[in-house]
């Protein structure tokens, strides 16, 4: 062998144990989980399952959605934190990165700290139901109904500080109503006693709705959204019922835990945000009034911040708790 040839060995070799750089060409070297931290049935599994389809045919590997709810979704985002694997991803949400640095006094992860965020996936509009034995047929018949009926009327979420308890207590507070709040597990639990009348109302995500208002299961007499939805063309907005200004949307987004090789972040992002920006997922998503973004990580940076400037008033104001507390 040839000096030559000895000092391009030499050289390959080094530039293959340079951190991350090998490992960015095969990776990922086996499926990527998708960890969403919240029970099935609710607008978050349908968001990662479109994202990890999609995904899952450019990446290299599979990508699983696994479900894995509880303390708010504190305990997932703690695990993924924890991650060492290379491998393992998460969808963070508006409850766990802007909402939960509020109502916890302690939280088992930093949402700036210990995650890279990769792309905003989806805006999910939050919709206004209730039972349809209830006799209202919209939003200015039920809070003139449950002023009538202080404390009497009760309403679901899928915990507290989740999304749709903060949808609720952002009409309680500008509607200046009093109703009682039942937190539950998980969106899948609470609508299934909704729609059973054990529960008045809830404000949850279009895409878990829209079937059971279709189906009569559920009455929308509101929509969290600046302009009225096609999927809903005869339900009213909070502001056009008399509240200007209101807006209520949840989002979605892909995080992986910052410790991850920034080779295979930027790999990430360049795929998360293709697969968001398909026709297929748009599509997908639109189908359930959700809205695809698919931006740079420094864009969803950004709105994270602007997300938990937003919030940190209106939960003070609020006096939101952890289940428990």
Request: with cysteine.
């Amino acid at each position: 062998m040839t000096r030559r040839q000895l000092l391009v060995g030499a050289a390959a070799s080094a530039i293959a144990c340079l951190p991350g750089l090998a490992w960015a060409d095969t990776w990922p070297s086996k499926p990527l989980r998708l960890v969403v931290p919240f029970a099935p049935g609710g607008s978050s599994e349908i968001v990662a399952r479109a994202l990890a389809g999609e995904m899952a045919k450019t990446i290299g590997q599979n990508v699983f959605v696994e479900n894995k709810p509880g303390a708010a979704g504190n305990i997932a985002m703690q695990e993924v934190a924890n991650s060492t694997d290379e491998h393992t991803l998460i969808l963070g949400h508006i409850g766990t990165l802007a909402v939960n640095p509020y109502i916890f006094a302690k939280l088992p992860y930093d949402p700036n700290k210990d995650f890279a965020p990769i792309t905003l996936v989806a805006k999910v509009p939050s919709l206004y139901v209730v039972h349809p034995d209830l006799p209202v047929k919209n939003l200015k018949e039920f809070i003139a109904y449950a002023k009538s009926k202080p404390g009497q009327l009760n309403y679901g979420s899928a915990g507290n500080g989740s999304a749709g308890h903060l949808a609720f207590e952002y009409l309680k507070m500008i509607t200046e109503t009093f109703m009682v709040h039942v937190p539950y597990r998980g969106t899948g639990p609470m609508l299934t006693d909704l729609m059973a009348g054990r529960l008045d109302a809830a404000a949850v995500g279009a895409p878990a709705l829209l079937q059971f208002i279709k189906a009569g299961k559920l009455r929308c007499i509101a929509t969290g959204t600046s302009a009225r939805l096609p999927q809903l063309p005869d339900v009213a907005t909070v502001a056009e019922q008399g509240f200007k200004g209101f807006e209520m949307t949840q989002w979605y987004g892909l995080m992986a835990p910052s410790k991850m090789a920034k080779a295979n972040i930027d790999k990430l992002e360049k795929e998360a945000m293709a697969a968001t920006r398909t026709k297929l997922v748009q599509d997908k998503l639109s189908q359930d009034s959700a809205l695809a973004v698919g931006d740079t990580r420094a864009e969803f940076e950004a709105f994270i911040k602007q997300e938990q400037a937003r919030w940190k008033p209106v939960i003070a104001r609020a006096q939101i708790k952890p289940d428990g507390l």
